[in-house]
Structure formats: structure tokens, C-alpha cells
């Protein structure tokens, strides 16, 4: 067993010389394997060794025993221990993802390489957990030998080769009663599965645990494959490998408010990169919201409301994300974003109504198929101000000026837009 940790520590480069090593130790046969396995390497490994034990008191008075045993075995080598403790409750996921959280918030917190006892059995447990619950191929990577300062050195190591070990070196350890309930999905795994395929082959855990090990490097070169800066237009995902498209929006739902997206996550930000409609957008968990902008997909900000104002000239007015001019002309000015006009009473500032009408120099259209024409986004259209005046529709940002509105000869006035910052943003 010491010769395959010590492998698997230099193959997976785990350790540099000084380090500081911290071994979480439960009490449990796997735990005191890999404490004293590292006890037997720390001079030729050049590192400094400690423990680190939780209670979580969820087994009274043998909770309280298996820390007393960690305190005299890390006495009986002169280990230093590090010593905490916490009442846990069941969360949303359950109460062993809850027991593990606590722990693993305290071993985080504690400076040095965290190394856990997880073994091939481990591992081979933890891929078929995910297979019933439904995975890819990051799931079939099983238990990640490196995760930041966690380090999981035995990930080669069967149980069977623990228990050898533990013989050999005279070690005792304690058992943990809630490993018998089949309470766990794991536990039934364990008690129930392993049995039966171990009569299949008797080195199917050894087997799952390398055929993980290989398909996480896979994982690992498709992921960097599907990195990128700016999230690549609709049709390059469209042409991408799904392997590589999957990932990438993975990647792009995280960053953006997603914390943990599952498959049906990615399969309904696909469904966005294959709509016909180039408006389409779909929720997601967080409050996120994922819009198609015809070749872009982006995550929708929520934009104040505002209403119709007059617009003063010369003036300007505050709009969510633009400020509006108006000031009289010194040339005549046509463009999406500045146009000139002859105004007939006040300058209103609205938002598109049913039936508004635009002419523009190929011909009129309703101003809903200007925008479509346009590729603006349905979301964003009721945001875009319509400038109008007691005789119609002058013009209309991002679009242009009415033609029939159009000033043809000074004086007259111009009407500005100039994008801004929104608050938040």
C-alpha cells in the first residue's frame, strides 16, 4: 500500500518539499491508514505532518469516542491535532451532505494541504451514485484527486489493501455504526451492489477508480478546449461539437449566476441556440434569465420602466441607460442616434404604441417590423424612446429620423441620444 500512495502522490504531483500536510482523520480504518502511511513518509517526502478531526456529535457518546481516539493516536506519534466541533443539521440536500459541508468548512479553514482518505472503493462508489442518478462525463470522473488544497492520495487503494495495511503495523481503529444502516444511498451501494459485481470481477472497485481517473483528464482537456474570453455568436455554437457547446454553456451559466448547472440547465440553454425565434430567452435557477439577441445569447439585466415625458429644447432629459438633448441646430444632422427636425408644439418622449409607423428611405413600415428589420431584441424594444410631437412620430432612437419629418433648411433642432451607465451595472 505505501508504495502505491507514494506513487500516486509523485504521479498526480500532490506534494512539494516543505509542505504542510494535514490529515483529516475520522478514526475510521481508511483515515488512520493514511495518517500513519504519511507518518512513515514525511522524511522522504520532506513534510511536515498534522491531523485534523470534526465532531459533528451526530452519534452522542460514540462521536465523543472516535475523538478521543484520534487525540491518542496523534498523541502516540506525536502528531499535532487540530480539534473542532458543530451541530449539524439536515438541509436541503440531506444530512451526510450537511455533516460534510461543516467538516470540510473546517478543513479549509486551516492553513497547509488537506489530505482526505477516500480509496478506490471511494471512488468506484461515488461513479455509480452518480450513474443511477444520471451523469456525463464529469460525473464519471468520480472523486477529483486534487480539488484546491485537498489532496486525495489513496484513490488507488482498495479497502482490502487497508485493512493489510492496518494488520501489518498493528493499528486499531473504530467503526463508525452508521456505516451499517442502509439508510445512504451509498451504504446500499456498499452493502448491496459492490458484492455482486465483485463476483463479476473481483477488481471491479480498482477498476472504476482508474476508468475515473482517466475520464477526468479527458474532462479536463475537453474543458480547455471550451474556454473563451467573450461567449462565441449563436451559429459558432450551433457548429461546435455538443461536447464542446455543453461546456462552454456550462461555463457561461456559472459566471453568471447558475451556481450549479445540471443537465437540464445546459439542454434548455442549447434549446436557446437552436430556437427559430432570435428572441428567445428561458429562466434559470438564481433569478438568471437567458435571451437570444439574434447571434448573440446574453443574460437579460432588468430595466427600469419609465414614462412618457417632454422632452425641453434646448434641454435634456435622463432616460434608464441613455441621456436625451435637444438644442438648436447648427447643421443638419441625420443618423440612428442624432437626427434634425422642424417640431411643431412640444417634443414628447414615449415608448412604441400599437399602430406607430416609421418612413424610412425605402418606404413606410409599422415600427414593429422596423424592429424585427433592425434585430433588436423584443426585450428591449418597449425600452427604445419614440420621439414625437403634436403632429406624429419625428423619429426614433437607434432607427433614425421620420422622412417625411426630416428638416431640410435651418433653423431647426437636433435631437441627441447618448448611451449611459445604469445604476448597478
Not at 452508521?178 to 480498482?206: A, K, T, W, Y
Not at 434569465?289 to 435622463?318: A, D
Not at 433592425?374 to 403634436?390: G, H, L, N, S, T
Request: with cysteine; aromatic share 6%.
Amino acid at each position: 500500500m505505501l508504495n502505491k500512495l507514494r506513487c500516486f502522490l509523485r504521479e498526480q504531483k500532490m506534494l512539494q518539499p516543505g509542505d504542510r500536510v494535514i490529515c483529516a482523520v475520522s478514526g475510521g480504518a481508511d483515515s488512520v491508514a493514511l495518517l500513519f502511511a504519511m507518518y512513515l513518509l514525511k522524511e522522504k517526502e520532506q513534510i511536515t505532518l498534522e491531523a485534523a478531526h470534526f465532531n459533528h456529535h451526530l452519534r452522542g457518546d460514540e462521536s465523543d469516542r472516535d475523538e478521543a481516539f484520534v487525540r491518542s493516536l496523534c498523541h502516540q506519534f506525536d502528531i499535532p491535532l487540530h480539534l473542532d466541533q458543530g451541530s449539524v443539521t439536515a438541509g436541503k440536500k440531506g444530512l451526510e451532505a450537511a455533516a460534510r459541508d461543516a467538516r470540510y468548512a473546517f478543513l479549509k479553514s486551516l492553513p497547509g494541504k488537506i489530505a482526505t482518505a477516500h480509496t478506490a472503493d471511494d471512488n468506484a462508489e461515488t461513479v455509480l451514485m452518480h450513474l443511477i442518478r444520471g451523469t456525463g462525463l464529469k460525473g464519471l470522473g468520480g472523486i477529483s484527486p486534487i480539488q484546491g488544497n485537498v489532496i486525495r492520495p489513496m484513490l488507488t487503494i482498495t479497502r482490502l489493501e487497508v485493512e493489510d495495511f492496518l494488520k501489518e503495523w498493528n493499528l486499531s481503529h473504530v467503526e463508525d455504526s452508521s456505516n451499517g444502516s442502509d439508510v445512504f444511498l451509498r451504504n446500499r451501494i456498499r452493502h448491496h451492489m459492490m458484492p455482486l459485481l465483485r463476483q463479476e470481477n473481483p477488481r471491479i472497485s480498482e477498476n472504476l477508480s482508474q476508468m475515473a481517473l482517466r475520464l477526468r483528464e479527458d474532462e479536463k482537456q475537453l474543458a480547455k478546449l471550451s474556454q473563451f474570453d467573450q461567449l462565441p455568436d449563436v451559429s459558432q455554437l450551433a457548429a461546435m461539437p455538443r461536447s464542446q457547446r455543453s461546456r462552454i454553456l456550462e461555463t457561461f451559466l456559472k459566471r453568471n449566476g447558475v451556481k450549479e448547472p445540471e443537465q437540464t440547465h445546459i439542454s434548455l440553454a442549447e434549446s436557446l441556440v437552436f430556437s427559430e425565434n432570435p428572441s428567445a430567452r428561458a429562466a434559470f435557477p438564481g433569478g438568471v434569465t437567458l435571451s437570444r439577441k439574434y447571434e448573440r445569447l446574453v443574460v437579460l439585466q432588468e430595466v427600469p420602466n419609465w414614462e412618457s415625458c417632454v422632452l425641453p429644447c434646448p434641454g435634456e432629459v435622463e432616460l434608464p441607460g441613455l441621456r436625451v438633448t435637444c438644442f438648436p441646430a447648427s447643421s443638419l444632422v441625420q443618423t440612428a442616434d442624432c437626427f434634425t427636425v422642424h417640431p411643431q408644439g412640444e417634443i414628447l418622449l414615449r415608448q412604441r404604441q400599437c399602430g406607430d409607423v416609421l418612413r424610412r428611405p425605402g418606404g413606410s413600415k409599422p415600427l414593429k417590423k422596423l424592429f424585427i428589420d433592425y434585430k433588436i431584441p423584443a426585450a428591449q424594444r418597449q425600452q427604445i424612446p419614440v420621439v414625437c410631437d403634436e403632429a406624429g412620430i419625428l423619429g426614433v432612437y437607434s432607427i433614425g429620423v421620420h422622412c417625411d419629418r426630416a428638416a431640410a433648411s435651418l433653423p431647426a433642432v437636433t435631437i441627441c441620444f447618448q448611451k449611459t451607465e445604469r445604476k448597478g451595472e
